[in-house]
Every structure is written in C-alpha cells, then in structure tokens.
C-alpha cells in the first residue's frame, strides 16, 4: 500500500469516528410530544442540542402525519402541543 492510499484510510476513519462522536453528542435534549389537530391526535419524538429544538422537531415530525400541504402544516406546527416530556442526557 501506498504512501497516499494509507493516508487516505486514515483519514476516512478519523473522518467517521469524528461524525459518530459528534452526532451522539449534539442531541443531549429529548422530547416528547402529543399534538392534536383537525381532531386528530399523534406523538412523536424529537431529539436535538437544546430542549427547544427538540420539542419543535418532535412538533414538526407529529405535524407531518397530520397535515396535507403547506397551509394546513403551517398552522398545525403553531398549534400548541397538548403534552410535552423531556429529558436531559
């Protein structure tokens, strides 16, 4: 093996190492959420650095099975959840 290939080996698996570490750390807030709309309700999980994150990717992931189009997503995502739980890692 060459000079250049085995740099390159190195690299690529410093390179995924680093993206494992950093993408397990980022997430230390996880939230769950119970959104009702058009009278149907749905929960999801959402998981991000701060707890504010995460609770709109949770709102935004339940909003995503319950809404058909922007309008109707736009106005599901500002509607208040009905239950909010989350932890800190």
Known sequence: MG????ATVVFLVVFCALVVYLSTRIASHECRVCVTFMGRTICRTGASGTEKAAIESAVTSACSGLASGMT???RCENTPPD????TGR
């Not at 000079?3 to 085995?6: A, E, I, P, R």
């Not at 239950?83 to 989350?86: G, I, K, R």
């Open 3 to 6: 000079k250049t290939t085995k």
């Open 72 to 74: 109707d997503s736009i």
């Open 83 to 86: 239950n909010v739980s989350c």
